[in-house]
Structure formats: C-alpha cells, structure tokens
T-cell receptor, first 109, second 113 residues
Framework: GQNIDQPTEMTATEGAIVQINCTYQ??????LFWYQQHAGEAPTFLSY??LDGLEEKGRFSSFLSRSKGYSYLLLKELQMKDSASYLC??????????WGAGTKLIIKP | NAGVTQTPKFRVLKTGQSMTLLCAQD?????MYWYRQDPGMGLRLIHY???????AKGEVPDGYNVSRLKKQNFLLGLESAAPSQTSVYFC????????????FGDGTRLSIL
C-alpha cells in the first residue's frame, strides 16, 4: 500500500528551530516534496529531495533518507508568518504525488 | 504573471445539480491535475492530463468528468452533485510529470446541500 505519515500539529516559539518529520511507504520512489499551505490558500512548493542528504534553502532545509523512508523539514529562526500547514508528498513509480495530511505548525510569540 | 487561475472561488449547489469548474494556466505546462482537499486528509487526485486532448483517472474519479480541449485549460465537471463532494478543489500544473513541482491555483470552495 501507499502511506505518508506526518504529525497532525506542532507548536514552536518565534525565533526557535522546528523539525517536521515525514515517513513514507509507496510503490516506487521518484522524490519527496515539501509544500507550505497557509490557511485558506494554495499549497506552494518549498523543496524537493531525490537523493539522500540535506538540501538547504535559506531558513528552510529538507533531509531525505531513502533507506529509512524518512524525510524532515527543518525551519530555523521561526517567524510568525511561518504559521501554516506543511505538506509532505512522495512521488511514486507512476510519477503521481501521494500526499500526507499535513502538519499544522503554530508559532507562539 | 497569473500562473494557475481557478473559477469560481466559491459555490453552493443543491444535491443533483451540475456544474463545471474551470482551471486556466499561462505557463505552457503540459501536465494538469485536479485534486480535492478534505479536513484531516491529504490532497487526493481526481483526474489528470498529460497533454492537450488527454485525460486519465486519479485516485478518486467517481462522480467527476474532465476535459482538456486546449492546453491551457482543464475543466472539472460534476454531473449530479452529492453532499460527499463538498470539498475544496485545487487545480495544479507542471511542465512535465517527472520530478518537477506542481503549481497550484487558489482553490474552489464547493458546498453541496
């Protein structure tokens, strides 16, 4: 079967660091995507990993371990505007995205 | 630069009514997708298209039809709306299907009474 798991909700403090985990089990693998979705808005692309390791983009980094079926999104120097849902999606052997339910991140002052 | 545009943004229907959701993209993308997003669930693929004149079923196609007569447009039709189709519908596009990010429209919030 195909399954993506990520925590439902996380809370963090402004200025801190937070790590959002994602585990996946899908038929085939063609990369792991992270998207950000503010309430009532469209998902927007954050990162893509297809090889093991860490990809860094400013305050956001994404890590992949294919052997463990595991990824995380690391957000540094949290800002209030980072309050959003973060969606993990695995691209399967048919190049279709299998989406997790999303992690709602709440930032407190 | 509009990107992906969805119309309408909101709609309320009665059970049994029909309607069409329109998606237009100005990025010359080959691939287009229709998803629905429900509380507590991941985005689920309804139908998709890999090019003008082609369509294919996704994970949850029942009760929906699609057409891609022009490369820039992807229409989603509900023939006879049911309360279970109350959802937020997102259209997305990508240059190709391989390892490229999808770009999303702002969504259509549809309620079926």
């Amino acid at each position: 079967g195909q399954n993506i798991d990520q925590p439902t909700e996380m809370t963090a403090t402004e200025g801190a660091i937070v790590q959002i985990n994602c585990t996946y089990q899908t038929s085939g693998f063609n990369g792991l995507f992270w998207y950000q979705q503010h309430a009532g808005e469209a998902p927007t692309f954050l990162s893509y990993n297809v090889l093991d390791g860490l990809e860094e983009k400013g305050r956001f980094s994404s890590f992949l371990s294919r052997s463990k079926g595991y990824s995380y999104l690391l957000l540094k120097e949290l800002q209030m505007k980072d309050s959003a849902s973060y969606l993990c999606a695995d691209m399967d052997s048919n190049y279709q995205l299998i989406w997790g339910a999303g992690t709602k991140l709440i930032i407190k002052p | 630069n509009a990107g992906v545009t969805q119309t309408p943004k909101f709609r309320v229907l009665k059970t049994g009514q029909s309607m069409t959701l329109l998606c237009a993209q100005d990025m010359n993308h080959e691939y287009m997708y229709w998803y629905r997003q429900d509380p507590g669930m991941g985005l689920r693929l309804i139908h998709y298209s890999v090019g003008e004149g082609t369509t294919a079923k996704g994970e949850v196609p029942d009760g929906y039809n699609v057409s891609r007569l022009k490369k820039q447009n992807f229409l989603l039709g509900l023939e006879s709306a049911a309360p279970s189709q109350t959802s937020v519908y997102f259209c997305a596009s990508s240059p190709s299907g391989e390892s490229q990010p999808q770009h999303f429209g702002d969504g259509t919030r549809l309620s079926i009474l």
